[in-house]
């Protein structure tokens, strides 16, 4: 089950650099989609999510880019801090109360 | 701020004996998930329940999986007779009037 890839296992940035993380969809259903971090042996973390009728939702240092031609997607981080360093997980559903269908993660690694 | 909360954080199980894995979701919430996350995989949609009752599983969930919501805070994932490969992270999530699925921090679940 490939509908949400990201391609990318890990990332590495510069501390106070733009960290781009990217997902890509297959499912022309999916409306909403939610990025969410994860540190090992914890839960996902909620971060930011789009609804399929926008094409940019922003809060804080955290901007997610929707681009429902290409079934893409991006979370755009910042400046990238060291405690953004963890996995990073895009997901989707075809319903806002639907069952979320989930990427591989990226795990992102910000360096002094 | 209110959250998601499991128990327990970790289970060791022998194959065949059967575990309860209990979630108490955001009081004011109305849907609840259940996924899991088998090691080095994605995060995998088990059951979603609404109003008492299961509005979706996957294939993963077959018979030897149930689902409760014995009093007004628990929501319990039950494995009847468990195998080796239901070894995973377990995450309960759960959704309010919004968008946005919130997890708590995941029972390992070691079957051994």
């Known amino acids: 089950d490939q509908q949400v890839k990201q391609n990318s296992p890990s990332l590495s940035v510069q501390e106070g650099r733009i960290s781009i993380l990217n997902c890509d969809y297959t499912n022309s259903m999916f409306d909403y989609f939610l990025w969410y971090k994860k540190y090992p042996a914890e839960g996902p973390t909620f971060l930011i999510s789009i609804s399929s009728i926008k094409d940019k939702n922003e809060d804080g240092r955290f901007t997610v880019f929707l681009n429902k031609s290409a079934k893409h997607l991006s979370l755009h981080i910042v400046p990238s801090q060291p405690g953004d360093s963890a996995v990073y997980f895009c997901a989707a559903s075809a319903h806002s109360n639907y069952q979320l269908i989930w990427g591989a993660g990226t795990k992102l690694i910000i360096k002094p | ?112």
């Open chain 2, 1 to 112: 701020e209110p959250e998601v909360t499991q128990t327990p954080s970790h289970q060791v199980t022998q194959m065949g004996q059967e575990v309860i894995l209990r979630c108490v979701p955001i009081s004011n919430h109305l849907y609840f998930y259940w996924y899991r996350q088998i090691l080095g995989q994605k995060v995998e949609f088990l059951v979603s329940f609404y109003n008492n009752e299961i509005s979706e599983k996957s294939e993963i969930f077959d018979d030897q999986f149930s689902v409760e919501r014995p009093d007004g805070s628990n929501f319990t994932l039950k494995i009847r007779s468990t195998k080796l490969e239901d070894s995973a992270m377990y995450f309960c999530a759960s959704l309010g009037g919004g968008e946005t699925q919130y997890f708590g921090p995941g029972t390992r679940l070691l079957v051994l």
